[in-house]
């Protein structure tokens, strides 16, 4: 037995010996034409009335029985299961795993194939992605009592979204290839496929803070320990040896070990607006998820950074919020509503932005992505979001993007020219 892959999930099995098996036989197109000459020698001889015809065509349809009760008895006593993994991103590679054994002490299985069904969950009216079906197979040519076989295929799953795998269609042609039998394994299971990550250029990682001294420094990515690095200090027991700095050590020829102050907490407010116009075009749909893509890596590489309090609001077809502090779980929430996410065509601007203003403090950074340019959001924004109106601040290029003292505030729109320098989406 081959062993499993790391990372995948328990898999679901089924075992034809332990309830009503429903194995379906047909012909070939070669058993077809077999059984034409069969049938043509049998005429043949009841016509001419020869028993050596009558005797001939008896011998070639015996290889044709024999042929449908082996079959049939090649589907009985196994028993299969299906490995997924936990999770996966659009565009990563997917290796499903199919396993296969003979419950039976005696006999053997010859020339299994075996072919699942992978088919994305949606509304076909509204998006022609959805409910496309695939059917990988993968092929066992010899099973033993008691020694059970893995086989796995693999591919790329390049649109987000729900699937559902299942079920298993076990089929033969064994021995002649004149029948085939098939028997459909009725186990399913669903994968949750999260949005492709790209990467980001994007001023909310750098930006100026204006402390009470008035001095503006540079905000960097905290230490996944301790916090930002600012010096460097003498070795005392009980510090943990990763944090030495070997460099400066021999330099000074004492050990230094690095020192970390506090990282600094930050809240950010994300609202993803999702909006199509009534009759969308493959434009408008991609991007919907362009601006998918774009929230799903800023989630992914805040909760990288750590030390945030994150609220994510998506409003679709459903508004929703999930709220929480940046984390491996916060990531995992708020990328299965990401995969989930549909567009819609009403209008539910105002709404939303007040439940922004509601989540958002003066001091929280606020971003808000749009899909849909065919009216401009400045006025809402401007009117929403406290602490933009009425103070000091500085609007740069056609983006909306405001930095204060007060934290930072920005609106882009999916399709503009500077979006797509803040955001390279590579497949």
């Known amino acids: 037995m081959e062993p499993a892959l790391p990372g995948l999930s328990k898999a679901q099995e089924f075992d034809p010996m332990g309830g009503k098996r ?24 009841m016509v001419r009335q020869v028993n050596l015809l009558l005797l001939l065509a008896g011998l070639v349809a015996a290889p044709l029985v ?3 009760f082996l079959a049939r008895r090649n589907l009985l006593a196994i028993k299969v299961r299906r490995r997924l993994p936990h999770r996966i991103s659009a565009g990563d590679l997917l290796v499903v795993e199919i396993e296969i054994e003979r419950t039976a002490r005696r006999g053997h299985n010859w020339l299994l194939t ?5 088919i994305r969950m949606g509304e076909p009216d509204n998006d022609p992605r959805n409910r496309q079906k695939l059917s990988p197979q993968v092929t066992f040519f010899f099973l033993c ?3 059970p076989q893995v086989a796995s295929y693999r591919g790329r799953l390049v649109e987000r979204g729900q699937y559902v795998f299942g079920p298993i269609r076990v089929t033969t ?15 399913r299971q669903t994968l949750l496929v999260y949005p492709r990550l790209g990467i980001l250029n994007f001023p909310a990682f750098q930006r100026s803070h204006f402390n009470h001294e008035g001095q503006t420094r540079l905000e960097r990515r905290s230490d996944r320990a301790s916090g930002d690095f600012y010096g460097l200090r003498q070795w005392r027991p009980g510090d943990s040896p990763r944090l030495v700095h070997w460099r400066s050590s021999l330099r000074h020829n004492d050990l230094l070990v690095r020192q970390f102050d506090r990282p600094r907490h930050r809240d950010v ?10 009759d969308p075009s493959p434009g408008d749909l991609e991007r919907v998820e362009k601006a998918i893509r774009f929230v799903a890596t800023l989630v992914h590489d805040l909760c990288r950074q750590g030390s945030h309090h994150i609220a994510l609001g998506i409003a679709g077809k459903k508004t929703e919020w999930v709220i929480g502090p940046s984390s491996p779980g916060f990531r995992d929430r708020a990328l299965e509503l ?24 003066p001091e929280s950074d606020v971003i808000t992505v749009t899909s849909y340019e065919a009216e401009p959001l400045e006025d809402q924004i401007l009117e929403t979001i406290p602490s933009i109106k009425g103070e000091a601040g500085r609007q740069e290029s056609e983006s909306m ?7 930072w505030k920005g609106t882009y729109t999916v399709g503009t020219k500077e979006f797509d320098l803040i955001f390279l989406d590579q497949f």
């Open 145 to 147: 009592p008691g020694r």
């Open 338 to 361: 990401l995969a989930l996410a549909d567009a819609n065509p009403q209008n539910r601007v105002d709404s939303f932005m007040a439940d922004i203003r509601r989540r958002a403090s």
């Open 114 to 118: 075996l072919t699942d069904q992978v």
């Open 401 to 407: 993007r405001f930095v204060s003292s007060r934290g």
């Open 173 to 187: 042609r064994f021995p002649l290839g004149l029948v085939e039998a098939s028997l459909e394994v009725p186990i």
């Open 66 to 68: 024999f042929s449908v």
């Open 22 to 45: 429903r194995i379906k036989v047909h012909l070939t197109r070669l058993g077809q034409y077999y059984a034409i000459l069969a049938a043509g020698i049998f005429l043949a001889a």
């Open 269 to 278: 407010v994300i609202g993803l607006i999702l909006r199509t116009p009534d």
